[in-house]
């Protein structure tokens, strides 16, 4: 028997738990993300997904399902904050005896930043690791860095890296060159010595990608990888403050974090790693605990 559900609203997907008490009994996903729904589709988009479960009345969602364009705009909480906000958000359902709670988003008022999901990883990362102070940080198409103490979110910065990398390698002259499989590691690690090195020669070196295909054979791989790699040491070096002498953490999964990884070995740091699916939704669960029956 489900006693409640675990939702994670992103962008572009959804995803959901059937949990009793603190332990998944099943999962489900679509691509039904808050992108593609107005205000008015997410009720049966959410039944669509869960409507094998039984018990399904319960349920507590984190994401972009709370944000302005999502099913009801959680307001946000300000930093300092405790890593879960307080104040759960009932979204406006129909179906009779179905409680959707949305977990409100972190907002930053200088620099001015927010986040909607990341703080229930955040969240669930320090119900896995009771007592952890240091800087984590969440790679994706928006990477956050955030300072933790005290179970709290102290600060946090936001770098559009991800986003960028998908633009230039499909919106400009960069997409000729990374047109092929795989990224080469070794590419990757010089690219980001030389971007920490010369930040301001960023847009010199994005050309020369094109450049050393054409006139010295440089392969997609080595392109993509150089790509990634300037961009990454850009963000290392303009997020410094975060991570130097600082106990780090990086959540996530796949090539992405491993990159991120590696490329703060090379700083001298031992980063933590931590999968994103485990986090979320330790951090639903720890909301659901917390939430008022």
Not at 23 to 38: K, N, T, V, Y
Not at 113 to 125: K, N, P
Not at 153 to 161: E, G, L, N
Request: charged share 15%.
């Amino acid at each position: 028997m489900t006693d409640w559900i675990a939702v994670d609203w992103g962008t572009s997907n959804v995803r959901a738990w059937a949990m009793r008490g603190g332990s998944p009994m099943a999962q489900a996903s679509s691509d039904r993300g808050m992108g593609r729904l107005d205000r008015d589709g997410f009720e049966g988009a959410l039944l669509d997904l869960i409507g094998g479960w039984a018990g399904q009345g319960d349920v507590i969602a984190c994401g972009m399902v709370g944000a302005r364009q999502g099913w009801i705009e959680a307001p946000y909480a300000m930093t300092p904050c405790p890593a879960l906000p307080r104040g759960l958000i009932t979204a406006p359902a129909r179906t009779p005896g179905l409680r959707v709670r949305i977990i409100p988003g972190v907002a930053q008022s200088a620099p001015a930043d927010v986040m909607r999901g990341e703080e229930t990883q955040i969240a669930g990362f320090l119900r896995l690791n009771p007592g952890w102070d240091g800087t984590l940080c969440l790679p994706g198409s928006h990477t956050k860095w955030v300072q933790v103490s005290a179970g709290e979110i102290v600060s946090f910065q936001t770098f559009m890296t991800g986003e960028m990398f998908a633009a230039l390698g499909s919106q400009t002259v960069l997409r000729h060159s990374l047109n092929g499989e795989g990224t080469d590691e070794d590419t990757f690690a010089a690219a980001v010595d030389d971007a920490m090195a010369h930040p301001a020669r960023l847009g010199a070196r994005l050309f020369s990608i094109r450049a050393e295909g054409l006139l010295h054979g440089l392969t997609a791989a080595q392109a993509r990888g150089r790509l990634s790699g300037l961009l990454i040491g850009l963000e290392l070096a303009g997020a410094r403050p975060y991570w130097l002498g600082a106990r780090v953490a990086v959540i996530g999964a796949g090539a992405l974090a491993r990159r991120y990884a590696a490329a703060l070995l090379r700083q001298g740091l031992t980063p933590a790693m931590a999968d994103n699916d485990s986090v979320t939704l330790a951090g639903l669960i720890a909301a659901h605990e917390g939430a008022t029956p």
